[in-house]
C-alpha cells in the first residue's frame, strides 16, 4: 500500500545515493548481501532478546535492501538474476525475522507462526501471478522498473518493515502486533486472488 508513494518521495534522494555509491564501486550484489546478512543478524539478535540490537541491524537490512535496485540502475542495469537474488534475501530474511522473534518471545509464538504462514502463502500468490502474467503477456497495472513485478496490495514491503520494528521495539505486545499484520497479510492474499482471477480468468 505504501510502497509506490514511499518509492516517489525517496527517490531523487535515493537516485543520489546510488549514484555515488556506484561511482564508487559498490555494486547491487554487494548491497543485497549487506542486506541479507544484516537481516540474519537482526533475526539471531531477536532470539536473544537483544531487542534494540535487532531493531537496529533489521532497519540498516532494509536501508542496503532498498538500495540495490536503485545502484543497479544507476550502474550497468538491472538483471534478471540480481532480481531474483534480491527476492530470495527478502523472503529468506521475513522468515528468519520471524523465527527469531518467536524464539526469543515464546508467548507469541502462536501469532508468529500463524504471520509466517501468511507470508508462505502471500508469497505463493505474488510470486504465481506474476509468473503466470508474464507467461500470458498479461499485465496487472503494477509494471514498473523492478524485475520482477509485484502486485500492490494493504502489506507491501514498507508495512513489513514497520511491523517487524514494532515486534522488536514492543515486545511485551509482539502476539497483537503480529495477530494484527497477519490480518493484514491475509488480506492482501485476498486482493491478490480477486486480481488474479481479474486479469487471468
Do not use: C, K
Request: proline share 3%; aromatic share 8%; net charge neutral.
Amino acid at each position: 500500500m505504501l510502497d509506490r508513494p514511499l518509492r516517489a518521495r525517496l527517490g531523487p534522494p535515493l537516485t543520489a545515493t546510488a549514484t555515488w555509491l556506484s561511482n564508487r564501486g559498490v555494486r547491487a550484489g554487494h548491497l543485497t548481501a549487506t542486506g541479507f546478512v544484516l537481516g540474519l543478524g537482526a533475526a539471531g539478535a531477536a532470539a536473544g532478546r537483544w531487542w534494540w540490537v535487532a531493531l537496529v541491524l533489521w532497519l540498516a537490512s532494509r536501508v542496503a535492501d532498498g538500495l540495490d535496485g536503485a545502484v543497479a540502475r544507476a550502474g550497468s542495469g538491472p538483471t534478471a538474476l540480481g532480481a531474483w537474488l534480491d527476492i530470495i534475501a527478502d523472503f529468506t530474511v521475513y522468515g528468519a525475522f520471524v523465527v527469531g522473534a518467536s524464539i526469543g518471545q515464546p508467548d507469541a509464538r502462536v501469532a508468529l507462526l500463524v504471520l509466517l504462514w501468511t507470508y508462505y502463502v502471500n508469497g505463493a500468490t505474488v510470486l504465481g501471478l506474476a509468473a503466470a502474467a508474464a507467461s500470458r503477456d498479461a499485465t496487472t497495472g503494477d509494471e514498473d522498473e523492478r524485475g520482477i513485478v509485484l502486485t500492490r496490495g494493504l502489506a507491501e514491503g514498507t508495512e513489513t518493515i514497520v511491523a517487524h520494528a514494532l515486534l522488536v521495539t514492543f515486545p511485551a505486545f509482539m502476539a497483537p502486533i503480529a495477530w494484527a499484520f497477519a490480518a493484514m497479510v491475509g488480506a492482501t492474499i485476498l486482493q491478490r486472488v480477486a486480481l488474479a482471477r481479474r486479469h487471468l480468468g
